[in-house]
C-alpha cells in the first residue's frame, strides 16, 4: 500500500513536490516494490506538470525499464511498458538529454519493427529523440536501418503501418542530426514505396538535413549502379533547394556530363537521360558554366542529335539557347563553328528543310541574342545576307541579327 499512497500524495501536492530535488524523484521511482503501471501512473503525473530539468530523472526511469523489458510478463505489463517508454523519450528529447543515446538505442533496437509483435509507435518515438538528442554517435545505425526499410516493399496493409511508423522516427531523426550521410536514405524515402505523405515528409526533410547537397546529389548522378529515372530525381531535388547558385551550376555541369557518360539500352533510360540533360542545359544558361567541361558537354548536345537518326530538336533548341545566355568567347565560338557548318551544308547542297534550315534559325537568333563584338560572326552574317545560296527569309534572318548586335 505504501506505493498507491505515494502516488496519492504525488498528485495532491501539486506543483511544491517540484521544489525538491531531482534525485527525491528518482528515488521513490526506484521504489522495487512499484508495478510497471504504477511507475507510468508516476510518468504521467510528472509529465503533466510540464517541468524543466528533469533529463537525469527520464533517464533514471529509462535505466530501470530497459532491464524488465525482455521479461514483461502480460499484456497489462507491456502495454503499461510501451506507454512509459513514450513518455520517457519525449522528456529526454525535451531536455535534448545526450547522455541517454546508449539507452535510447535500447528501445529502439527492442521495439524495432522487423518483430512482428512492434507496432512502431515505441520504436518512431525512440528514433525521434535520437534526433532531438543528438545522438550523432547512432548516424549510421540510423542510416543502415532506413536504407533496409527502403527496400522492403510490402503489400500487406499492417507490415505498411508498422514500417512506416518508424521510418516517420528514422527520417526526423535524420533531419535533426543534419549530417551529410542522412541525406541520401532520406532521399530514397522521397521516392520509395512509402504512403504519399511519407514521402512528402522526406522531401521536406531533404532540404533541412542539408543547406547545400550539391556534393552529396553530384556523387549520386555519378554513382554508376543509380538507374537514369534516379539520377532526374536527383538533379531536380537539387534544383528545388535554396542552395547557392554556384553550386546548382556544378550539379548542373555533373549531369550534364554525366547524361553523356552513361550508356543503357533501355528506351525509358534514355528518355531519362535526355531529360536530365536538358534540365542540366537550362540550369546552366541561368546560372552560368561551372567549368570547361560544359562546353565539351553542350557541343555533345548539339552535334550528337544533329548527326542522330532519331534528333531531339529540344535539345538542339535548349543547347543553343544557353550558348547564346552564357555569352562567354567559348559559347560564341561553338555557334561560330555550327554557323559555319550550316554555311558550308547550304552551299553543298547538304541542306535538309527540316533539321538544317530550323538549325540555322535558332543558330543566327543565338548569335544575335549573345551580343558578341566578334568579326568573324559579323563578316559571316553579312555574307549570309548578301548570298543567293539563301531565301530571303533566310537572309533576314542574318540581316536581324546584325541589327541586334548593332550593325
Given at each position: 500500500?505504501k506505493?498507491?499512497?505515494?502516488i496519492?500524495?504525488?498528485?495532491?501536492?501539486?506543483?511544491t513536490i517540484?521544489?525538491?530535488?531531482?534525485?527525491?524523484?528518482?528515488e521513490?521511482?526506484?521504489?522495487p516494490a512499484l508495478?510497471?503501471?504504477?511507475?507510468l501512473e508516476?510518468?504521467?503525473?510528472v509529465q503533466?506538470?510540464g517541468e524543466?530539468?528533469l533529463?537525469?530523472?527520464?533517464?533514471n526511469?529509462l535505466?530501470?525499464?530497459?532491464?524488465?523489458l525482455?521479461?514483461?510478463?502480460n499484456?497489462?505489463?507491456?502495454e503499461?511498458?510501451?506507454v512509459?517508454?513514450?513518455i520517457?523519450c519525449?522528456g529526454?528529447?525535451a531536455?535534448?538529454?545526450?547522455?541517454a543515446?546508449?539507452?535510447?538505442?535500447?528501445l529502439?533496437?527492442?521495439?524495432?519493427v522487423?518483430?512482428?509483435?512492434?507496432?512502431?509507435?515505441?520504436m518512431?518515438?525512440a528514433l525521434i529523440t535520437m534526433?532531438?538528442?543528438?545522438?550523432n554517435?547512432y548516424?549510421?545505425?540510423?542510416v543502415?536501418?532506413l536504407?533496409?526499410?527502403?527496400t522492403r516493399?510490402?503489400?500487406d496493409s499492417?507490415?505498411?503501418?508498422?514500417?512506416?511508423?518508424a521510418v516517420?522516427?528514422?527520417?526526423?531523426a535524420?533531419?535533426?542530426l543534419h549530417h551529410?550521410d542522412?541525406?541520401?536514405?532520406?532521399f530514397?524515402?522521397?521516392?520509395?514505396?512509402?504512403d504519399?505523405?511519407?514521402?512528402?515528409?522526406?522531401s521536406?526533410?531533404?532540404?533541412?538535413?542539408?543547406?547545400?547537397?550539391?556534393e552529396?546529389?553530384s556523387k549520386m548522378?555519378q554513382?554508376?549502379?543509380?538507374?537514369?529515372?534516379i539520377?532526374?530525381i536527383a538533379?531536380?531535388?537539387?534544383?528545388?533547394t535554396?542552395?547557392?547558385n554556384?553550386s546548382?551550376?556544378?550539379?548542373?555541369a555533373?549531369?550534364l556530363a554525366?547524361?553523356?557518360?552513361?550508356?543503357?539500352s533501355s528506351?525509358?533510360?534514355?528518355?531519362?537521360l535526355?531529360?536530365?540533360?536538358?534540365s542540366?542545359?537550362m540550369?546552366?544558361?541561368?546560372?552560368?558554366a561551372?567549368?570547361n567541361s560544359?562546353?565539351?558537354?553542350?557541343?555533345k548536345?548539339?552535334n550528337n542529335n544533329f548527326i542522330s537518326?532519331?534528333?531531339?530538336y529540344?535539345?538542339?533548341?535548349v543547347?543553343?539557347?544557353?550558348?547564346?545566355?552564357?555569352?562567354?568567347?567559348e559559347?560564341?565560338?561553338?555557334?561560330?563553328k555550327y554557323?559555319?557548318d550550316?554555311?558550308?551544308r547550304?552551299r553543298?547542297g547538304s541542306?535538309?528543310?527540316?533539321?538544317?534550315?530550323?538549325?540555322?534559325?535558332?543558330?543566327i537568333?543565338?548569335?544575335?541574342?549573345?551580343g558578341?563584338?566578334?568579326?568573324d560572326?559579323r563578316?559571316?552574317?553579312?555574307?549570309?545576307?548578301r548570298?543567293?545560296?539563301?531565301?530571303?527569309?533566310e537572309q533576314?534572318w542574318?540581316?536581324?541579327?546584325?541589327?541586334?548586335?548593332?550593325?
Amino acid at each position: 500500500m505504501k506505493q498507491f499512497k505515494f502516488i496519492i500524495l504525488f498528485c495532491f501536492t501539486g506543483m511544491t513536490i517540484f521544489a525538491q530535488s531531482v534525485s527525491y524523484y528518482i528515488e521513490e521511482y526506484n521504489n522495487p516494490a512499484l508495478t510497471h503501471m504504477q511507475r507510468l501512473e508516476m510518468l504521467e503525473i510528472v509529465q503533466g506538470y510540464g517541468e524543466t530539468g528533469l533529463g537525469e530523472f527520464y533517464h533514471n526511469a529509462l535505466k530501470i525499464l530497459n532491464p524488465k523489458l525482455p521479461d514483461l510478463g502480460n499484456r497489462e505489463d507491456r502495454e503499461a511498458a510501451e506507454v512509459s517508454a513514450r513518455i520517457i523519450c519525449q522528456g529526454l528529447a525535451a531536455e535534448k538529454y545526450t547522455a541517454a543515446a546508449n539507452d535510447v538505442w535500447y528501445l529502439v533496437q527492442f521495439f524495432d519493427v522487423v518483430k512482428g509483435i512492434n507496432d512502431g509507435f515505441v520504436m518512431q518515438e525512440a528514433l525521434i529523440t535520437m534526433g532531438q538528442i543528438g545522438a550523432n554517435n547512432y548516424l549510421v545505425n540510423i542510416v543502415r536501418w532506413l536504407d533496409d526499410m527502403n527496400t522492403r516493399e510490402t503489400s500487406d496493409s499492417e507490415s505498411r503501418r508498422r514500417i512506416q511508423r518508424a521510418v516517420v522516427g528514422a527520417i526526423s531523426a535524420l533531419e535533426a542530426l543534419h549530417h551529410p550521410d542522412g541525406f541520401r536514405p532520406v532521399f530514397f524515402a522521397h521516392i520509395g514505396w512509402y504512403d504519399p505523405s511519407i514521402k512528402a515528409m522526406a522531401s521536406s526533410a531533404m532540404i533541412n538535413i542539408l543547406e547545400d547537397p550539391g556534393e552529396v546529389i553530384s556523387k549520386m548522378i555519378q554513382d554508376p549502379s543509380n538507374s537514369p529515372s534516379i539520377k532526374l530525381i536527383a538533379l531536380e531535388s537539387m534544383l528545388r533547394t535554396n542552395a547557392p547558385n554556384e553550386s546548382k551550376a556544378k550539379v548542373a555541369a555533373v549531369a550534364l556530363a554525366t547524361g553523356w557518360n552513361y550508356s543503357t539500352s533501355s528506351l525509358p533510360g534514355r528518355r531519362d537521360l535526355a531529360e536530365m540533360r536538358k534540365s542540366a542545359i537550362m540550369t546552366i544558361g541561368k546560372l552560368g558554366a561551372a567549368d570547361n567541361s560544359v562546353y565539351t558537354n553542350l557541343d555533345k548536345s548539339y552535334n550528337n542529335n544533329f548527326i542522330s537518326t532519331v534528333t531531339d530538336y529540344d535539345e538542339i533548341r535548349v543547347t543553343l539557347e544557353t550558348l547564346s545566355l552564357i555569352k562567354t568567347d567559348e559559347a560564341v565560338n561553338l555557334l561560330l563553328k555550327y554557323l559555319r557548318d550550316l554555311n558550308h551544308r547550304r552551299r553543298t547542297g547538304s541542306w535538309g528543310v527540316l533539321k538544317e534550315r530550323q538549325s540555322f534559325n535558332w543558330v543566327i537568333a543565338g548569335l544575335g541574342a549573345s551580343g558578341t563584338q566578334s568579326m568573324d560572326v559579323r563578316m559571316l552574317l553579312s555574307s549570309i545576307q548578301r548570298s543567293q545560296d539563301y531565301t530571303g527569309a533566310e537572309q533576314n534572318w542574318a540581316r536581324d541579327a546584325l541589327k541586334q548586335l548593332g550593325y
